[in-house]
């Protein structure tokens, strides 16, 4: 009876590692991050199908004092960082408890929604926390991602290399 139980604890462990959504981080000189998921996405690169809208969780821990933060999107193509328009980049409204204090947990969850214009492509999407004082970041990742229309066509992508999704952000 034990040896099922601990096995069950096993696959429940394995399952929850397994639902994060792979990431790397880049300089974060007010924080540090603890978890980020986006919906749907436990494999890399994340999926993003036009027309959908996906969440994104970034749970950190600061280091230094602000009174609010903000929220920042690009998409670097060709490592050139393109502006993700986000409707209210004010973190606080974000979920993020303000003013944040050294030592704070908290958690962003933002909507990105996929237009239909985007082009399909593969590229990095990079996201900042950023603190108001020193205007540096709370929070700093990237992951690979590809912007498709639809199944059928993400079939037809030219795919990233396995294993190779994060040699370019070295």
Known sequence: MFSFFLLILLFCSINFVSTATPY???????????????????TAPCKFVKGNTYTMNITFQSKASSI????SIHGIIAGV???FPLPDPDGCK?????PVNEG???????????LPSYPSMSLY???EIIGDNKNQDYACLKFPATITSGSKQ????VSWKK????EMLD
């Open 24 to 42: 790397r981080v880049c300089q974060s000189e007010l924080g540090t991050i603890k978890t980020f998921d986006v919906t749907g996405c436990t």
């Open 94 to 98: 974000l979920g993020i408890k303000c």
């Open 163 to 166: 294993g190779k999704f994060f």
């Open 154 to 157: 993400l079939q037809q992508f």
């Open 104 to 114: 704070d947990i908290n958690t962003a969850s933002l909507s990105l929604p996929v």
């Open 81 to 83: 960082p393109i502006p």
């Open 68 to 71: 609010t933060a903000k929220v």
């Open 125 to 127: 999407v990079k996201i």
